[in-house]
């Protein structure tokens, strides 16, 4: 079973910045697809970033330019770099890990860390 930790969350004032990180249990990192997704009050989960096991990566329009996802096999870690942020980024994020193997898939979540954004 794998589990993802968050870590990195908290309040920042706008124009700031933060690094996620998430650090996945298993084996299956290196060949799995990582996202980060958010969910702000009374909206639905969104996609925020996500990077292949290729190191393939695309974001939301929302983020673009601003943050950057990337990933640490060695570590089995995938960070989230978030510059110049703005009060419309707060949100509980998550951590996603996705991976297809043997013809079967698997979806995994993390339990989600606070980013708040506000002077």
């Known amino acids: 079973q794998v589990q993802l930790v968050e870590s990195g969350g908290g309040l920042v004032q706008p124009g700031g910045s933060l690094t996620l990180s998430c650090a996945a249990s298993g084996r299956s990192f290196s060949i799995s697809f990582m996202g980060w997704y958010r969910q702000a009050p009374g909206k639905e989960r969104e996609l925020v970033a996500r990077i292949t096991s290729g190191g393939i990566k695309n974001y939301a329009d929302s983020v673009k330019g601003r943050f950057t996802i990337s990933r640490d096999n060695a570590k089995n870690t995938v960070y989230l770099q978030m510059n110049s942020l703005k009060p419309d980024d707060t949100a509980v994020y998550y951590c996603?890990?996705?991976?297809?193997?043997?013809?079967?898939?698997?979806?995994?979540w993390g339990q989600g860390t606070q980013v708040t954004v506000s002077s």
């Open positions: 996603n890990q996705f991976v297809r193997t043997f013809g079967l898939e698997y979806d995994y």
